[in-house]
């Protein structure tokens, strides 16, 4: 497969406790051709991220989660590995954005999201990291 | 006490809330962020605090634990920050402040529900900008102290009754251990009894004084309000007075005395009609996660028809055609219901 670079899908990890806005974002981006793994907590989050020996492009996580909260997850991501990537989405109503942003996430966006928008982020995310 | 600062005490236990909790404390306890450990008196809040400390990087640094609900709100505040000399009156030296104490180790702010709203403010100052300064004093002192609280509150409840900070929450709930009560998890009651009866009596090393099974069945119907340090007081009395029956039979009565009266003090926090019905026949909730308007829907509609049913078939003994009738129902739904909602027959003498 080395040198189809045309066909080299970006690899994502989702965390979100939510089980629609995981399917739906998980849907999302496996149609637009990237390889996505998603959990539906912090703990399995960080045991995927970790387990996983070629990494992530990239994180998207929730904030707001039971146990092991976004805001942690994202600490302990940049913390092992500062170069990837990791927006935060945050629920309507909650507000631990500030959180987030001093924990490094490089993105914060609040629900509802726009797909196409958040991919646009991606992309540029994953460009500025080349 | 000395021991207790070599090791950590061990978590017993095989339910999936301790092997969840056993499981996260190994995965944050390098991290150093603040975490929240929740649940009932005696459930092992403080135990759990321990654990995080000896498995993290900061072991044989200073572990410091105050208590927040046992000290009024001055005194907290200058045990948590210090105070120099002539601060207030009484203050006839200075001294250092727990946040000071605990420099470079762990702060355990135990009852942080019990805080005060303006020690709250301050509190939530000094874990954003990592300073604080004593009493009388306007020097900003670093602070590198890993927070861990523990409460028996529920704190979104307080959040909403305004008792409690919203940022503050946020800010401590980075992560959240949350240990259930002890009637929820039953099955740890005859693996503690068997580490407790060892631990406290070289009598029972040997297995063959450990009590009937029937015994230990009846303590996992127990409600524990006073969780496993009420285990341990249990099993003490029993070591002492050498009667297992005598004892377990004493619990049990009382337990249904209590299920008479609606006063019973674990569930006074809450309204009463919701608190019966978390506790209702199909199983309590396991925690606040799966709590949802739904489910209590469910659980009240089940409730209030049982108690119509039963209410009518009293009074038609058990008639149940007449019942159907009454109730217009079918009489195959109020079969169906009979056996659904569990209603039985009262015992004729
Ligand atoms: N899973 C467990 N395994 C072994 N011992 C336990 C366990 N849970 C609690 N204990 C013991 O029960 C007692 C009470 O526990 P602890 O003091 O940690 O409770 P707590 O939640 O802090 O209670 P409180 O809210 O009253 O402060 C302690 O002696 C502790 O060692
Ligand atoms: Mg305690």
Redesign the pocket.
Known sequence: MEGVEMNKSYKLLIIDDNKETLSMLHAFFSKKNYEVVSSLSGLDGLKLFESEKKGFDLVITDLVMPNISGVAVISIIKKKNPDTPVIAITGWGEHPEALASEAKADLILSKPLQLDELEVSILDLLSIKK | MEKDKQTA?????LSPN?VKTKELINHVADTGLNIIIC???????????QNLYHRSPRKGKPFVKINCAALPEGLLESELFGFEQGAFTGAERRKRGKFELAHGGVLLL??IGDMSLSLQAKLLHVLQSGEFSRLGSEKELKTDTWILA?T?HELEEDIKNEKFREDLYYRLNIIKIY?SPLRERPE?IPV?ID??LKKYSPRFRNNSLNPDYSLIEKLQEYHWPG???E??NVLKRILVLGNWEEIVDELTRSTYAKNDSTSDKASSKEPSVVSDILNSADGPLQNLESFSLKDIKRRALNRVEKEAISYVLDRTDWNRSKAAKILKISYKTLLYKISDLKIVPPKKF
């Open positions: 005490p061990t978590i017993i236990g301790v649940g009932e008196s005696g459930v092992g809040k403080e135990v759990v605090a135990d009852e523990a028996n240990l740890d503690l580490y407790y969780n496993v340090r285990l341990q």
